[in-house]
């Protein structure tokens, strides 16, 4: 029964879907000004995410790691959701791809500070984020 209290239900969703639902002891998520951490029973809360990793902690010994988009982040009847531009857990990240990824969106940005491309500045600046929070949650930044 104590181990029952010290748990509660999580949702991490994105557009395509949810990346984890579950029950966790411990929550941490990259908030707009540093991360918040939640456990069971914890007051109301609603906030704004920014791009980083969120950390799962399903039990003692077990932890799943999200690089994670921004979005919005709520606390309510121990249940937290965070909706997030997109979510990839640590292990299913492809460094090199992560990469490319990076320095292609930084080239075509080049290209469009240049004069020489009409691509969404916006649109380069949130790949550029992903493929860096990527690379950070992987620890090669």
């Known amino acids: ?6 748990r509660f239900e999580v949702s991490l969703v994105t557009p395509e879907g949810a990346a984890y639902e579950g029950e966790c002891e411990m929550l941490i998520v990259p908030g707009s000004a540093g991360e918040i951490g ?20 399903v039990r003692a010994n077990e932890v799943l790691e999200f690089a994670t988009g921004p979005g919005f982040f709520q606390v309510l009847d121990n ?5 997030v531009d997109h979510a990839v857990a640590a ?20 290209r469009v500070e240049a004069g020489d491309s009409t691509a969404d500045r916006w649109q ?3 790949r550029i984020r992903h493929a860096e929070n990527q690379l950070t949650t992987v620890g090669t930044t």
Request: charged share 35%; aromatic share 0%; glycine share 4%.
């Open 38 to 57: 939640i456990l069971a029973r914890h007051a109301p809360l609603v906030a704004m995410l920014k791009a980083g990793s969120t950390r799962v902690h």
């Open 124 to 126: 380069l600046e949130q």
């Open 91 to 110: 292990g299913d990240i492809d460094e090199a791809q992560a990469r490319r990824q990076l320095e292609e969106a930084q080239e075509e940005l080049a």
């Open 1 to 6: 029964m104590a181990d029952e209290r010290r």
């Open 79 to 83: 249940r937290a959701i965070a909706l």
